[in-house]
């Protein structure tokens, strides 16, 4: 393990500072403006408003960021390990800041928006950033994960639909479930294989014995947890979809059996004829 290395401390800061600024006073000032059914809203749903704007902030920034430094630099891909990436740990940084943030608004109004099972997972993603930070430790691996960030937008976007009233078949709320789904597909679980092969590559080389057993521990044993998270959240999506177009077929057919009712009448009149002054039907 190499020597502590506090120069990104200072992009950890200003990111908490920056983004419990858009928690406490953007988010809160823009949506009173922009949308009336904020203001109607109660507080505690305005306070889970307001941290999934944030969140939806991180993501704009860090998910093209990371995705870009990952195709990019080619010296971070040859040297996953211990590469001394300066954009990829500001990056990671910037995410670390992010996440104390979110922490801290969890655990302030944790009687209205609080989550146990979210702290402990905030908690795995510093433990193992913060090795990154701190330590400059698997760099590309920790940049690889943040490009997910890339779906959460159309995630928080199906909360902000559902909290403005929207309906579920609607073509709004329809089309960013597409949109969500695939985006989740594309970057957290088509990217899965590509991964574990760059692991597979590096494991039993000198720079991972490097690491040592704790960091090996941390990185694999997370790694497996979230890839197995992203696998069930996505069948959730799937049937959800699959919902959606069952719901969709039955109002189609639904349609189309009104259609044929308001048109038989017509049709049955157009098939009658009068034969010695009484109406026959003709089949």
């Not at 998910?63 to 010296?75: C, E, F, K, Q, R």
Request: aromatic fraction near 16%; charged fraction near 20%; include cysteine.
């Amino acid at each position: 393990m190499t020597a502590l290395d506090t120069r990104y401390y200072y992009t950890v800061a200003a990111s908490l500072v920056a983004f419990l600024y858009i928690f406490l006073y953007v988010s809160p000032w823009l949506s009173r403006r922009l949308s009336a059914r904020y203001r109607q809203m109660t507080y505690q749903k305005q306070l889970d408003w307001d941290t999934r704007t944030t969140s939806t902030f991180h993501s704009f920034l860090v998910g093209p960021l990371s995705l870009y430094i990952v195709l990019a630099d080619t010296a971070l891909s040859e040297d996953p390990v211990w590469n001394d990436s300066f954009a990829a740990k500001h990056c990671i940084a910037l995410t670390v800041g992010y996440t104390i943030a979110d922490v801290v608004a969890l655990t302030v109004y944790f009687r209205y928006i609080g989550d146990t099972v979210f702290l402990l997972h905030h908690a795995g993603t510093l433990y193992a950033f913060i090795y990154v930070v701190s330590y400059g430790t698997l760099p590309y691996f920790a940049v690889f994960r943040l490009f997910c960030e890339l779906s959460t937008p159309f995630v928080n976007n199906r909360w902000f639909l559902d909290a403005l009233n929207y309906p579920r078949m609607s073509k709004v709320f329809v089309g960013n479930g597409l949109l969500m789904t695939g985006s989740f597909f594309l970057v957290r679980i088509a990217v899965i294989p590509i991964y574990w092969y760059k692991v597979y590559t590096v494991v039993g080389t000198e720079p991972y014995h490097r690491l040592g057993v704790g960091p090996q521990f941390c990185w694999i044993s997370v790694c497996i947890v979230l890839d197995i998270l992203n696998v069930i959240w996505f069948r959730k999506m799937l049937r959800g979809a699959q919902k959606l177009l069952k719901k969709d077929d039955k109002k189609d057919a639904k349609d189309l059996n009104k259609n044929i009712e308001r048109d038989q009448p017509q049709d049955q009149l157009a098939q009658t004829h009068n034969v010695n002054g009484e109406m026959h039907k003709t089949e």
